[in-house]
């Protein structure tokens, strides 16, 4: 399990660094995308497609 969420922070970060200039800011919007999934992750309907919903999150943050 340790392993996927290390591979789905690599892989959003890499994805996110496509909207924005720097790395640090790609690791805060990831950072953030994820403790807000996390924050909401009982109100969330289920069931849900986590990774459409980290990408499309990121891309939103990053956009605005």
Request: avoid cysteine.
């Amino acid at each position: 399990i340790l392993n996927r969420f290390i591979f789905l922070i690599f892989e959003n970060e890499t994805f996110a660094r496509e909207y924005v200039l720097s790395d640090e800011d790609a690791e805060n919007i990831v950072q953030d995308v994820f403790l807000d999934f996390w924050e909401k992750k009982e109100l969330l309907p289920l069931p849900i497609n986590i990774l459409a919903y980290l990408f499309t999150s990121i891309k939103t943050v990053a956009l605005t």
